[in-house]
């Protein structure tokens, strides 16, 4: 679905990430974590052009989002067909993001009929059945002001998968919310893994990463220090670096 290949990244004289690669398989859970500054949220942003690499490749779901040539320059598809690849993909970020003059039904059918040209009676159905599944169709006509960060989360959730993307990116979403409000986001996640969704997950929830990622990444100043299941991660880490990590996240 996925396949990274050493990725480069610079802002300024700041190396983002230092070569990064990765490949995410069909149904596949991918959890991403290391320590702040690490690359993470860039390397997410990168996967649907959000930032622009220097140097690598993308593709996704065997299309080349952007590719190198032999003098080091990055190509990318021309716009409308960049714009194809990156519709596969949702995104679900830290802050929600939700139009706030919009109802929370509003904000899911927006995109959807705006992007693809969905009409109302034909996306309104499945919008309703998105917060019937996240847990919000007692919501719907509610402006995001009048909703709780979990809430307003979940309602992010349902307005990526309206686009009916193949593949959800997930960028620290518990990370803006209180403790009590992170497990209803978890479960509307865990919800979707059941469903062999692919996701990639950069997450500081470390339990979220045990239970439910079939495969765990560390990164650590723009590079993957190692990647494995959750056991050889969280239980046999190979490098002193991903240890010295979790030790101070278990404290």
Do not use: W
Not at 105 to 130: D, F, S
Not at 135 to 140: C, F, S, T, V
Not at 152 to 177: G, Y
């Amino acid at each position: 679905m996925i396949k990274v290949t050493n990725i480069y990244k610079r802002f300024k004289q700041f190396e983002a990430l230092k070569g990064v690669s990765l490949e995410v398989s069909k149904g596949e859970v991918v959890a991403i974590i290391g320590p702040s500054g690490s690359g993470k949220s860039t390397f997410l942003r990168c996967l649907n052009r959000l930032e622009i690499i220097d140097q690598g490749t993308i593709e996704i779901e065997g299309d080349t989002l952007a590719s190198t040539d032999p003098e080091g320059r990055v190509q990318y598809a021309n716009e409308t067909q960049a714009r194809l690849i990156c519709r596969k993909m949702g995104m679900v970020f830290q802050q929600f993001n939700l139009f706030p003059h919009l109802t929370v039904l509003q904000n899911v059918v927006e995109a959807p009929m705006t992007v693809k040209g969905v009409k109302y009676a034909e996306i309104l159905p499945v919008a309703k059945e998105l917060l019937r599944k996240v847990g919000l169709e007692d919501k719907m006509e509610n402006y995001p002001s009048r909703l709780s960060g979990g809430q307003k989360q979940r309602v992010a959730i349902a307005r990526a998968l309206a686009m009916k993307p193949d593949i959800m990116l997930f960028d620290e979403p518990t990370s803006a919310l209180d403790p009590e409000l992170t497990g209803e986001v978890l479960k509307a996640m865990r919800q979707l893994a059941e469903e062999h969704m692919t996701m990639i997950v950069v997450t500081h929830e470390m339990g979220f990463a045990r239970e439910v990622a079939n495969r765990v990444v560390f990164m650590d100043k723009g590079e993957v220090i190692e990647e494995g299941s959750p056991k050889e991660i969280f239980d046999q880490p190979s490098q002193q670096r991903t240890q010295s990590f979790l030790n101070a996240v278990a404290k």
